[in-house]
């Protein structure tokens, strides 16, 4: 199974650049996604990193670690629309099964 | 806008009642997954069909069942309801078994009264 830990709650100024890190412990992974939810609403899809390395998408970008068993996104100039809950999911496959699992959300509150 | 569509958005009911939630998927996709949201729980994933078998469980309780019907929509039941059934219900779908990425229905919010 998986163990997905991400900080409950962040709070940044309009403008600025928030980084919510995610560590995980899977043993078969197979790829780590980023999901960006508004109260109430799907959650959407933002990123998603397989390779080591960082992947830049607009104002936002994910890194990824396997040997750590780390990632972070990053969102810069905040926007007041980027109040939302952020999750981040990690893929295991086994033979030719895939899992998807969710770390419990990081809260961001953008502040004018 | 995902493509993937869930019914009712709204459901209020009593506890011991039974329920049927519905999920269309994207145009193509062959998996439909089956999550259940709550305030304490975080998202858990409870079922994955495909092709109109099932593919993968995750915490779905006995009382819970689901399908997927040759069309490729799915239908998660819940049965014999208590008040902790009271979540919001996502279903998301996949082009095949589960190495893409998933796509997100606007949900069903259950009030079990």
């Known amino acids: 199974g998986q163990n997905i830990d991400q900080p409950t709650e962040m709070t940044a100024t309009e403008g600025a650049i928030v980084q919510i890190n995610c560590t995980y412990q899977?043993?078969?992974?197979?790829?780590l996604f980023w999901y960006q939810q508004h109260a109430g609403e799907a959650p959407t899809f933002l990123s998603y990193n397989v390779l080591d390395g960082l992947e830049e998408k607009g104002r936002f970008s994910s890194f990824l670690s396997r040997s750590k068993g780390y990632s972070y996104l990053l969102l810069k100039e905040l926007q007041m629309k980027d109040s939302a809950s952020y999750l981040c999911?990690?893929?295991?496959?086994?033979?030719?099964?895939?899992?998807?699992?969710f770390g419990a959300g990081t809260t961001v509150t953008v502040r004018a | 806008d995902s493509g993937v569509t869930q019914t009712p958005k709204h459901l209020i009911t009593a506890t011991g009642q039974r329920v049927t939630l519905r999920c269309s998927p994207r145009?193509?996709?062959?998996?439909v997954y089956w999550y259940q949201q709550s305030l304490d729980q975080g998202l858990q994933f409870l079922i994955q069909?495909?092709?109109?078998?099932?593919?993968a469980k995750g915490n779905i309780l006995e009382r819970f069942s689901a399908q997927q019907f040759p069309d490729l929509h799915s239908e998660l039941n819940l049965s014999s309801l208590e008040l902790g059934d009271s979540a919001l219900y996502f279903c998301?779908?996949?082009?095949?078994?589960?190495?893409?990425?998933?796509?997100f229905g606007p949900g069903t919010r259950l009030l079990v009264l």
């Open positions: 999911a990690v893929r295991d496959q086994r033979s030719n099964d895939y899992k998807l699992s």
């Open positions: 069909y495909y092709n109109g078998e099932e593919r």
């Open positions: 998301a779908s996949s082009p095949s078994t589960g190495g893409e990425t998933q796509y």
């Open positions: 899977t043993s078969g992974f197979n790829g």
């Open positions: 145009s193509g996709d062959l998996s």
